[in-house]
């Protein structure tokens, strides 16, 4: 029987048959040769390529997986082999014969009973891992089915909800080594450091292409070596059956065997000849794998603890965050009272600020009006000054007057004196001549008539007139 399984999986990876004739030739069984020379093949491919390396297995979620069976107790996907930089990223090179079609296409994930299990899918990539890197470790980890990649991501509290304890960790320093596996840290120390480490993953798709940055290239060349670049290229159908499957290096060139996988209906691995006999139960693969089971159910467990305490992390978490959320509002309503509190005496200050402008503004004017009355009242005592003067001189001239008045009652007097006088001495002429008329008259009395009527004639003249007038 195992003969038989043997042809038929030699059969299977014939190697391609030249013929210019036809406009495609196929090399094997579910092997397809394009016009251009690109290889194709259906999901029945991976049926019948992995039937001899493991088991498959039909599961409640994910249908038809595949688990490898010669491998070890503790054995992890994406542990035996190296990584290798390229111009699709990181990809990952392993001797492992099933490895060109489990860490690039599809799937993995950590089934409680039967342990790491594969999903089958039809694109292909670098390697299809989440990165974490931290405390100079860097580790990786299969992606779960159904998670679409980008630039970080994550639930459950882990990047893509997975564990630390699904993390292949080895030191930065050994990264680039053959085997990472002979580097690889316990998965039960894991947890010391993993609270360092922050997820890297990090896809782009573009061109039909996938790049896988994850950690940068640029973090391991620190220590004194230059990373080797390399180009993807691909294995056909002869060097996929000469290299079984694997990776080949030649110069910058990594050759891989990296099928366009045609999305076609197939029948399932029970119906195939090349994949039936692989095909298991949970319980039969339970029966024959005791040792892993009891591992898977073990790491199960571990996970399960993890998640536990995750919850118990995220619940302290929330509680502290709900604890620091009640700080924060008491500290902002305490703040806002403050700050409405400090808004009233800032208030009240400046109330009082423009009083004391006021008050100020007042006093600038009582000053003003002081300076002002300052200098109205050295204007009025100039003034006063200048009074005085004046009334010193009105007094002078009031004097002057007054003597000048006196001095003209004077003269009015020397006037009415000399008037007199004057007017006396006309009396006196007019004594004197009325003396001498009348000793004229006197002296003509005797004289006859002739005098006596010249006496009489001159009396009656004196008579109408008196003497002085």
């Known amino acids: ?11 299977l990876l014939l190697g391609s048959v030249a013929g ?29 390529s992995l039937a001899p390396y493991g088991n498959w297995v039909q599961r409640p979620s994910y249908g038809w997986v595949w688990t490898p069976t010669a491998v070890a107790t503790s054995w992890h996907p994406y542990q035996h082999g190296h990584w290798v930089w390229t111009d699709d990223g990181w990809v990952w090179v392993t001797d492992e014969p099933y490895g060109w079609a489990t860490y690039h296409y599809g799937r993995w994930y950590d089934d409680p009973e039967i342990g790491w299990s594969w999903v089958p899918g039809n694109e292909w990539g670098p390697a299809w891992v989440s990165w974490q890197e931290g ?20 639930y459950g509290g882990y990047a893509y909800g997975i564990a630390p304890a699904s993390y292949v960790f080895v030191p930065e320093r050994d990264f680039l080594v053959p085997n990472v596996a002979t580097y690889a840290v316990p998965y039960a120390q894991v947890n010391a450091f993993w609270g360092q480490t922050r997820n890297f993953t990090n896809y782009r798709f573009g061109g039909g292409r996938v790049f896988n940055q994850g950690v940068p290239v ?26 079984r499957g694997g990776a080949h290096i030649q110069g910058n060139r990594l050759a891989l065997f990296r099928p366009q996988v045609q999305k076609a209906r197939v029948a399932a691995p029970l119906q195939r000849a090349a994949a039936r006999r692989s095909v298991v139960s949970a319980a039969q693969f339970k029966a024959a794998h005791p040792q892993r089971v009891a591992f898977a159910q073990r790491q199960e467990h571990l996970a399960h603890q993890e998640h536990q305490q995750q919850v118990r992390q995220q619940r302290a978490e929330v509680h502290g965050k709900a604890l620091q959320q009640r700080q924060a509002q008491s500290q902002q309503h305490q703040q806002q009272k403050l700050q409405q509190r400090q808004a009233h005496v800032d208030q009240r200050q400046a109330k009082v600020a423009q009083q004391q402008a006021r008050v100020n503004r007042a006093q600038q004017r009582q ?38 008045a006196q001095a003209g009652h004077q003269q009015q007097r020397q006037a009415r004196a000399e008037r007199q ?49």
């Open 1 to 11: 029987m195992k003969t038989t399984r043997n042809v038929l999986f030699a059969l």
């Open 367 to 404: 000053a003003q009006s002081s300076r002002q009355q300052q200098k109205v009242q050295q204007r009025q005592a100039r003034v006063d000054q200048r009074q005085a003067k004046v009334d010193r001189q009105q007094v002078r001239i009031d004097r002057a007057q007054q003597r000048q």
């Open 135 to 154: 405390a100079d470790y860097v580790g990786w980890a299969p992606l779960p089915p159904g998670v679409s990649v980008g630039v970080g991501g994550g």
């Open 20 to 48: 210019a004739a036809s406009a495609s030739t196929w090399v094997a069984a579910g092997i397809h040769v394009g016009p251009s020379g690109h290889t194709s093949v259906d999901l029945g491919f991976f049926y019948d």
């Open 218 to 243: 640029e973090r391991f060349e620190r220590f004194g070596r230059r990373v080797p670049r390399y180009q993807v290229a691909d294995l056909g159908g002869n060097d996929f059956r000469r290299f």
């Open 421 to 469: 006088q004057a007017q006396a001495g006309r009396q006196q002429q007019r004594a004197e001549r009325a003396q001498q008329k009348a000793q004229r008259q006197a002296q003509g009395g005797g004289r006859g008539q002739g005098g006596h009527q010249g006496g009489g004639q001159g009396g009656h003249r004196g008579h109408g007139k008196p003497p002085g007038q």
